[in-house]
């Protein structure tokens, strides 16, 4: 399909009604939501390789000790990136709507299938989980996990893919109708790159290694989790996290030379800032590998977490630059303000999820890094009541202004 | 008038029709998300019990219960939730995409409250016997009133589904004035009590495994009170429900839900009221095995004709009215901007004006018109019915009475489907050729062998292409 064809149904593909705040909101919002359900899928991959690599030497009561806690950390991992990833695909199908659904059709077989193998892969996953505990863990278990890995690794993939060929609509059409032949079957793959998907998997090899030095440091407070293993923990997570982090930056070069040169993606900034970002990320982990990272496991993921916030502004001005011979720009979305509706989000956001969010996580970190029961501080304290206030207070709200305007609506 | 119509590609699946993807796993959604928000009260209500009458064996149950709710609810509940939504978007992605931009805050909104949930379902198993009382009960009644709110949330979306129920709507084009829709409350009221009666089935697989004989009595008299409170409240709000419900929903509930599925809810709703007056009565004769049934059946006799019937009731519409199950705007949303569809087909019809038709079937010929037709009818037709004739989801061919005569079945396109006088069929005017085309196809399932095909396939092997 030409240029100006595909532009124009672009724009008739989007919804006419329209979104009701700035488009900015939403792309900011679309990015930043981005940044940790990718991070969980990180770590979740990273965990669960390492869950099973260590499986294989449990023997070793470091590896045995590693393993149960990677297998725990994968399985609660997978269910916190599910959640996360509905806010980032939310925002997604509201200023890029055309790209997501049109994908979505045209690969539909897989969207279906995506969920039944996350599924099936996750309760395998969770009987792994079930069953690694102590050096008597069955054998057969290993392949149980290794299902599970496989199908997150599959169902990955496929969110790659829906992603992609969201990036070309010029060849929507003909992937519909090859040769004149209407394809409504939705069973094909049409489009992938590896080496972007190859970027995605480098970058949890980088993440999880972070991670597991965090996780040598978050215990080092526990009296049950001996120093030495701790520092083996460490000591491998910097290594890991150094791999990660120079596959990283081959596989951007790669990922870049792979992007269409009138795209000018080599001239842009941000691939720059990226490229040198990375840069740093090797010199840190390559410092952290030949000294003790005591200490540095926090620095070492937050500059992580840096990374992925980088790369999260990158795959949106990638994909901007795919868009812009369409003239397809976000900013150009119809906007019919809807202020109610954003309020309560605001309010939602700030009051729920920073009062019950806070008080959970305040919580499970505190109690966490104690052996015996957790007598809640007053700072743990204040914030459950603020917890318990915040949301009777926000389903009270919710009920009264929909009892009004039902009334009024209505009555 | 608009110049091209903002369909997407179609997805066709034999047999069962993309209605089926999504009842069924809309129905494991709603039997998974239902019990955790249940379990979340049941969870507080037992908790402040355990504390208050200063009983830690109920802790020990909650325990237990705690890894169950994990597994059984919270997993399969949190990942056939975001199945349902990419179940919609590729069977109705104007659908969809439609309640996407009215109610994105909304959403957004309750992504707050399941981040909060899933975080705080972790909690409650871990925690528990982990930190001092006082705490686990107020990460109890968060847990819980977040879980509520989930559900608050995600039901005025689903009621608008229905219909606005006024028309304010419309004209003001607000997210609240369609939130809080006629049928709103309730739906609301249905949801909040079926939450309660599933809760307490579900629990009962836990609680008859329970050794202590006091634990175990108090309990299961717990869930036999707190379902049969469901079950009453359940029944009260369907009245209430019914009657807020749009004309062609009632009339569709009245001819066709009813005499389909009304005995087996019948029979199920008075199974259920035995099962849980007979278990308050002799809690001790509860066998882990009835409870799995019971949910089980529950969601088979309750869950699926109540799916499915929601889905067939809201027809000829998928959203608000406004947008038929066929993916066409049926009218002008001005508080919206929305143009009706209408006007186009009525004037271009469908294969000129859709992206994602190949360009030889643009114009229809006698070499391309069964082509055409197939094309068309699923464009038309697949959201609710499959053109096989054994198929499960209302298929054509009968429905026709297995006619194969085109004329016959364009006398029915021409008039009731042109004029959109069925109340639960989507209004079809389209141009007379292709109609044309559409009655040669559907009576082509039947046997009828179109003139050209048939010339074709005399004089040579046909390379005619058809759709998957």
């Known amino acids: 399909m030409d240029v100006a ?17 700035h488009p900015l909101i939403f792309q900011v919002l679309m990015v930043f939501t981005w940044v940790p359900h990718i991070l969980f899928v990180n770590i979740s991959l990273g965990a669960a390789l390492m869950g099973l690599y260590a499986f294989t030497k449990r023997h070793d009561p470091h590896w045995q000790k590693l393993s149960e806690a990677m297998t725990k950390v994968a399985k609660v991992g997978v269910s916190l990136l599910v959640v996360l990833g509905v ?5 997604t199908q509201t200023i890029y709507d055309p790209q997501w659904y049109a994908s979505n059709l045209l690969s539909a077989s897989w969207v279906i299938g995506f969920i039944f193998t996350l599924t099936i892969g996750y309760l395998a996953w969770f009987t792994f989980y079930l069953k690694n505990h102590g050096d008597h863990a069955p054998g057969w278990i290993f392949w149980l996990g290794v299902f599970g890995l496989a199908m997150f690794f599959l169902d990955g993939f496929i969110m790659h893919v829906l992603a992609y060929q969201g990036l070309h609509p010029e060849k929507w059409v003909e992937w519909y109708t090859p040769d004149g032949h209407v394809d409504m079957s939705g069973n094909s793959v049409h489009a992938y790159e590896l080496v972007r998907w190859g970027f995605f998997m480098a970058m949890s090899v980088t993440v999880f290694g972070a991670f597991l030095i965090a996780y040598g440091d978050y215990f080092k407070v526990r009296a049950d989790r001996g120093p030495a293993y701790l520092a083996f923990a460490r000591k ?17 070069l790669g990922w870049m030379l792979d992007v269409p040169a009138a795209l000018k993606i080599w001239t842009h900034p941000m691939s720059w800032l990226l490229l040198i970002y990375l840069g740093v990320l090797v010199a840190a ?9 005591q200490g540095q496991g926090y620095k070492l993921l937050t500059l992580s977490i840096g990374m992925a916030g980088l790369v999260a502004i990158f795959r949106e001005v990638l994909r901007m630059a795919y868009m812009a011979p369409f003239n397809y720009s976000v900013l150009d979305y119809k906007v019919l303000w809807d202020v109610p509706s954003f ?32 007598q809640a501080d007053a700072t743990v304290s204040r914030l459950g009541v603020g917890s318990v206030a915040a949301t009777a207070l926000w389903v009270a709200g919710f009920m009264a202004v929909g009892i009004w305007i039902w009334l009024s609506n209505n009555g | 008038m608009l110049e091209m119509l903002g369909l997407y590609p179609q997805w066709y699946v034999p047999g069962i029709g993309t209605a089926w993807v999504m009842g069924i796993i809309g129905t494991i959604h709603v039997l998974a998300s239902h019990t955790s928000v249940g379990a979340a009260w049941l969870f507080a209500l037992l908790a402040q019990k355990s504390v208050s009458e200063n009983k830690p064996e109920i802790m020990l149950y909650l325990k237990k219960y705690g890894m169950f709710l994990l597994v ?49 379902v972790y909690a409650m198993v871990y925690l528990i016997g982990k930190i001092d009382n006082k705490t686990y009960l107020k990460l109890a009644w968060s847990f819980a009133l977040a879980s509520w709110a989930t559900m608050i949330l995600i039901v005025p979306i689903l009621s608008f589904m229905m219909w606005p129920g006024n028309d304010q709507w419309y004209s003001t084009g607000s997210t609240f004035d369609a939130a809080f829709n006629l049928n709103y409350f309730a739906h609301l009221g ?28 108090e309990i299961t008299r717990f869930l036999s009170k707190m379902g049969l409170a469901g079950m009453f409240l359940m029944l009260v709000m369907f009245m209430w429900y019914t009657a807020t419900l749009p004309e062609n929903a009632r009339l569709i509930m009245e001819t066709q839900m009813m005499p389909k599925y009304g005995s087996t809810l019948g029979a199920l709703l008075l199974a259920t009221l035995v099962y849980f007056i007979f278990t308050a009565w002799k809690p001790m004769y509860l066998r882990q095995g009835v409870a799995v049934v019971m949910t089980l059946a529950i969601g088979l006799f309750g869950l699926w004709p109540e799916e499915r019937s929601r889905e067939s009731m809201r027809k000829p519409y998928v959203a608000g009215q406004y947008i038929y199950s066929n993916q066409f705007f049926s009218r002008d949303v001005p508080g919206k901007g929305v143009v009706s569809d209408m006007p186009l087909i009525e004037a271009k019809g469908v294969l000129a004006t859709n992206y994602f038709v190949p360009e030889e079937l643009r114009k229809i010929t006698p070499e391309n018109q069964l082509r055409a037709g197939e094309v068309l009818t699923k464009i038309m037709c697949a959201n609710c019915h499959s053109v096989e004739s054994d198929g499960a989801l209302r298929p054509l061919p009968p429905l026709f009475g297995h006619s194969d005569e085109p004329k016959m079945i364009q006398a029915y396109l021409d008039g009731a489907l042109y004029h959109g006088k069925i109340p639960y069929m989507p209004r079809m005017p389209l141009p007379e050729d292709e109609r044309a085309a559409m009655a040669l196809y559907i009576a082509s399932l039947s046997g009828y062998t179109p003139p050209a095909v048939a010339v074709s396939q005399a004089t040579h092997s046909s390379s005619a292409k058809g759709v998957n």
């Open chain 1, 5 to 21: 064809s595909t532009a124009a149904m672009l724009h008739t593909l989007q919804d006419p009604t329209g979104i009701p705040s």
């Open chain 1, 87 to 91: 806010a980032p695909l939310l925002f």
């Open chain 1, 236 to 252: 491998l997570g910097s290594q890991i996290a150094f791999v990660g982090a120079v596959a990283q930056v081959v596989l951007l």
């Open chain 1, 285 to 293: 982990f390559a410092v952290a590998r030949g000294s003790d990272t």
């Open chain 1, 343 to 374: 309020v309560l989000f605001l309010l939602t956001i700030v009051g729920v999820g920073g009062l019950m969010g806070g008080f959970i996580i305040t919580l499970v970190y505190k109690a966490g890094r104690v052996s015996g029961v957790y």
């Open chain 2, 72 to 120: 059984f609810s919270y997993i399969i509940g949190s990942i056939t939730g975001p199945g349902i939504w990419y179940s919609v978007t590729v069977a109705s992605p104007r659908g969809i995409s439609g309640l996407i931009h009215n109610f994105v805050w909304l959403w957004a909104s309750e992504w707050v409250f399941f981040f909060v949930e899933v975080i705080g």
């Open chain 2, 190 to 217: 249905i949801r909040t009590a079926f939450m309660f009666a599933v809760a307490g089935a579900v629990g009962g697989i836990i609680a008859a495994t329970l050794k202590d004989r006091e634990t175990r009595i």
